[in-house]
């Protein structure tokens, strides 16, 4: 059965220091996201991603972040300079249409910033 | 503010009970409602979606209900089974430029125990 899988699954960094997440979406799906959930909280949307660029984002996702699309088939998020507060389990999900579509999520990579 | 509040937290069940979950949103304008299962440390795997005209949908053991009006759903396992042990997160779909963007409940922690 297709999935999505992510690297690395444990990620440690020191802070200030930039970290690339990655992830390869289902080969037939269009739409990709990141979600992120800090441990002991809910899942938050990051960002959605369609025809290489982001379709929407929420106000987590600042200047510090950013997706790239770069060889058609990996996803990455980028995170310039890690901060403490950024040590969270990473998602990465993608679903074949946008809306009413079944998002598939990924096993997540835990980044732990030091 | 788009919200998701679910309830119980937590709940402990004797293998072979029925159970229910509960989940209320404020999400708007609403796309649709899913129950996904997450284990430990996994990403969050999908039981059921449901669009604002569907009132119940089942998948094996897990029935979903929702009414769109009230803005709950309910989650309702049936002859739990030790596997059944994990988190249940309500996620609602908020319609943003016509792309997913999942709203995450909190979660319940449901265990079986023997």
């Known amino acids: 059965e297709p999935e999505v899988t992510q690297t690395p699954s444990h990620q440690v960094t020191q802070m200030g220091q930039e970290v690339i997440l990655r992830c390869v979406p289902i080969?037939?799906?269009?739409?990709f996201y990141w979600y992120r959930q800090i441990l002991g909280q809910k899942v938050e949307f990051l960002v959605s991603f369609y025809n290489n660029e982001i379709s929407e984002k929420s106000e987590i996702f600042d200047d510090q972040f950013s997706v790239e699309r770069p060889d058609g088939s990996n996803f990455t998020l980028k995170i310039r300079s890690t901060k403490l507060e950024d040590s969270a389990m990473y998602f990465c999900?993608?679903?074949?249409?946008?809306?009413?579509?079944?998002?598939?999520f990924g096993q997540g990579t835990r980044l732990t910033v030091v | 503010k788009n919200q998701v509040e679910q309830s119980p937290q937590s709940l402990i069940i004797l293998e072979g009970k029925n159970c229910t979950l509960q989940?209320?949103?404020?999400?708007?304008?609403?796309?649709?409602l899913r129950w996904y299962k997450q284990d430990t440390g996994r990403g969050p795997v999908s039981l059921t979606i449901m669009t604002f005209s569907e009132n119940t949908k089942s998948n094996g053991r897990y029935t979903a209900t929702l009414d769109a009006d009230t803005k709950q759903s309910s989650l309702h396992i049936t002859a739990s089974q030790l596997s059944d042990s994990a988190s249940y997160i309500c996620?609602?779909?908020?319609?943003?430029?016509?792309?997913?963007?999942?709203?995450f409940g909190t979660g319940t922690r449901l265990l079986v125990s023997p």
């Open positions: 989940c209320n949103y404020t999400v708007s304008p609403f796309s649709n």
């Open positions: 080969s037939n799906h269009l739409y």
């Open positions: 996620v609602v779909s908020a319609v943003g430029t016509g792309f997913q963007k999942l709203v």
């Open positions: 999900a993608s679903s074949v249409q946008g809306g009413r579509t079944e998002a598939f």
